[in-house]
């Protein structure tokens, strides 16, 4: 009897694991099944994610666009001022730094030279000195001479029959001494370098000619170039001649005792200075001519606004 009893605990007890093993069972696979859709749903996500990266950059997901660059665009110009003083035929240098605000991208380059010229007059009779602004001061000049439409044109005029203003003295222009060349005309070569790194704009220094277009239309930039936030724009010029170079031999035509016409008078007719012989003046030139002149050069483009701790992108 007692033998009966246990066999039929024994056989509760087996039904009682059997049915807990197929609840553990259903649970398990149940889990399986939820693990299996979450690994297909993430496989999932990163391939939508992949499929994105791929349409951004052109199909490579490591490449990233100026165009998806994080911030607010904002058209703006990077300018750097260069004085090219009386007879400077050195390297002139000027820098600029990109803004911590975020990146710069430039479109394109241009350059404009402003004429500053002045000259000082000293009487030969009372030593009085008397400074003026030339006619160019102030205005802006050609950055090449490839555009000086006057080159080598000869001068035929000599002496103005009315003279100006009122009875003035006439103006009087010698052939082999007033200059056919646009006056504070520059001519420059020009390199620019990206400060600490290794990404060179050039091999070798830029004709002004070819820094921009006819006079000084802006130059468009083969690809955006991207200076990020603290590099340093360096810029080198090398100008080519000094400004308002005299030239030829036309100095002491007029005989013994004086220099006229004097070697650096060959722009005063174009810069309103009366050239006429000065008899009291002798060997010595009365004027003192000062072609000093101002170089704008820079980008134009537009800064990429991030806001702080951004990151680089």
Same mark, same amino acid.
Do not use: C
């Given at each position: 009897?007692?033998?009966?009893?246990?066999?039929?605990?024994?056989?509760?007890?087996?039904?009682?694991?059997?049915?807990?093993?197929?609840?553990?069972?259903?649970?398990?696979?149940?889990? +399986?099944?939820?693990?299996?859709?979450?690994?297909? +749903?993430?496989?999932?996500?990163?391939?939508?994610?992949?499929?994105?990266?791929?349409?951004?950059? *052109?199909?490579?997901?490591?490449?990233?666009?100026?165009?998806?660059?994080?911030?607010?665009?904002?058209?703006?110009?990077?300018?750097?001022?260069?004085?090219?003083?009386?007879?400077?035929?050195?390297?002139?240098?000027?820098?600029?730094?990109?803004?911590?605000?975020?990146?710069?991208?430039?479109?394109?380059?241009?350059?404009?030279?402003?004429?500053?010229?002045?000259?000082?007059?000293?009487?030969?009779?009372?030593?009085?000195?008397?400074?003026?602004?030339?006619?160019? !001061?102030?205005?802006?000049?050609?950055?090449?001479?490839?555009?000086?439409?006057?080159? *080598?044109?000869?001068?035929?005029?000599?002496?103005?029959?009315?003279?100006?203003?009122?009875?003035?003295?006439?103006?009087?222009?010698?052939?082999?001494?007033?200059?056919?060349?646009?006056?504070?005309?520059?001519?420059?070569?020009?390199?620019?370098?990206?400060?600490?790194?290794?990404?060179?704009?050039?091999?070798?220094?830029?004709?002004?000619?070819?820094?921009?277009?006819?006079?000084?239309?802006?130059?468009?930039?083969?690809?955006?170039?991207?200076?990020?936030?603290?590099?340093?724009?360096?810029?080198?010029?090398?100008?080519?001649?000094?400004?308002?170079?005299?030239?030829?031999?036309?100095?002491?035509?007029?005989?013994?005792?004086?220099?006229?016409? !004097?070697?650096?008078?060959?722009?005063?007719?174009?810069?309103?200075?009366?050239?006429?012989?000065?008899?009291?003046?002798?060997?010595?030139?009365?004027?003192?001519?000062?072609? +000093?002149?101002?170089?704008?050069?820079? !980008?134009?483009?537009?800064?990429?606004?991030?806001?702080?701790?951004?990151?680089?992108?």
């Amino acid at each position: 009897m007692a033998q009966n009893i246990d066999l039929a605990n024994l056989q509760k007890s087996a039904a009682y694991a059997a049915q807990a093993a197929r609840q553990a069972l259903e649970v398990s696979s149940a889990n +399986n099944r939820q693990l299996v859709d979450l690994v297909k +749903n993430g496989q999932m996500l990163q391939a939508t994610l992949a499929q994105l990266a791929a349409q951004r950059t *052109g199909g490579n997901p490591s490449l990233q666009y100026v165009e998806n660059i994080p911030g607010r665009r904002v058209p703006y110009d990077m300018i750097a001022t260069i004085q090219v003083a009386d007879g400077t035929m050195s390297e002139l240098q000027a820098s600029l730094t990109v803004s911590q605000d975020g990146p710069f991208v430039a479109v394109a380059r241009y350059a404009f030279f402003l004429s500053q010229y002045s000259f000082q007059y000293t009487s030969p009779d009372t030593g009085n000195q008397t400074i003026f602004n030339g006619r160019s !001061f102030g205005r802006w000049r050609p950055m090449h001479s490839a555009w000086d439409l006057n080159d *080598g044109l000869p001068r035929s005029e000599v002496v103005q029959a009315v003279p100006a203003p009122g009875a003035g003295a006439p103006h009087i222009l010698s052939p082999s001494n007033g200059s056919s060349f646009r006056s504070m005309e520059g001519d420059f070569t020009i390199k620019v370098e990206n400060e600490g790194f290794a990404y060179p704009r050039q091999n070798t220094a830029v004709p002004s000619p070819a820094w921009t277009k006819q006079i000084n239309s802006p130059f468009g930039l083969a690809a955006l170039d991207v200076f990020e936030r603290g590099e340093v724009i360096g810029f080198r010029v090398q100008p080519q001649h000094p400004n308002n170079p005299a030239y030829g031999d036309i100095q002491s035509f007029t005989g013994p005792g004086s220099n006229w016409p !004097f070697l650096g008078s060959q722009y005063d007719t174009i810069e309103g200075i009366n050239d006429q012989t000065d008899a009291a003046a002798g060997d010595e030139d009365p004027v003192t001519r000062l072609a +000093n002149g101002i170089l704008f050069i820079g !980008f134009h483009g537009y800064r990429i606004i991030q806001p702080p701790g951004a990151g680089q992108y």
